[in-house]
Nanobody
Framework: QGQLVESGGGLVQAGGSLRLSCAASRGVFRTYTRGWFRQAPGKEREFVAAISRDGNTYYTDSVKGRFSISRDNAKDTVWLQMDSLKPEDTAVYYC????????????????????WGQGTQVTVFS
C-alpha cells in the first residue's frame, strides 16, 4: 500500500508564503481525492482544502483567496500553496487521501479519509 509524505513546512514571517508538497509512493493515489488538514495545539484537526479526482477544488473559508491546492497525477503529488500567511495558520499540516465513486467527491470531515501522511509543521510568526 502506498504512503503519503508531506514536506515544505517551516518557519515564516506573517505575510510570507510556503508551499507544501504531498508525495505518494507507488502511484496508488492518482485517482483519489486529496485533502489538506491542519491541527493547532489543543485544537481538533480541521479541513483546509481538497482537490477531487476530476480537479475540483474546495477550501475552508479562512484560507480562500490565500491558499491554492493543485495536483499532478503523473507524479502522484499534491501541493498546497500558502500565501499571505497569518499567525493563526500555525499548525501541523497533514495530507489525506480517499477514493469514492463520484469523481467530484470531497469531504471536510477528517473521518472520511482513510490515508494520512505524518504531517509537517508550519509556524507563522508576527
Amino acid at each position: 500500500q502506498g504512503q503519503l509524505v508531506e514536506s515544505g513546512g517551516g518557519l515564516v514571517q506573517a505575510g510570507g508564503s510556503l508551499r507544501l508538497s504531498c508525495a505518494a509512493s507507488r502511484g496508488v493515489f492518482r485517482t483519489y481525492t486529496r485533502g489538506w488538514f491542519r491541527q493547532a495545539p489543543g485544537k481538533e484537526r480541521e479541513f483546509v482544502a481538497a482537490i477531487s479526482r476530476d480537479g475540483n477544488t474546495y477550501y475552508t473559508d479562512s484560507v480562500k483567496g490565500r491558499f491554492s491546492i493543485s495536483r499532478d497525477n503523473a507524479k502522484d503529488t499534491v501541493w498546497l500553496q500558502m500565501d499571505s500567511l497569518k499567525p493563526e495558520d500555525t499548525a501541523v499540516y497533514y495530507c489525506a487521501a480517499e477514493r469514492r465513486a463520484a469523481s467530484s467527491w470531497y469531504a471536510p470531515n477528517k473521518g472520511e479519509y482513510s490515508h494520512w501522511g505524518q504531517g509537517t509543521q508550519v509556524t507563522v510568526f508576527s
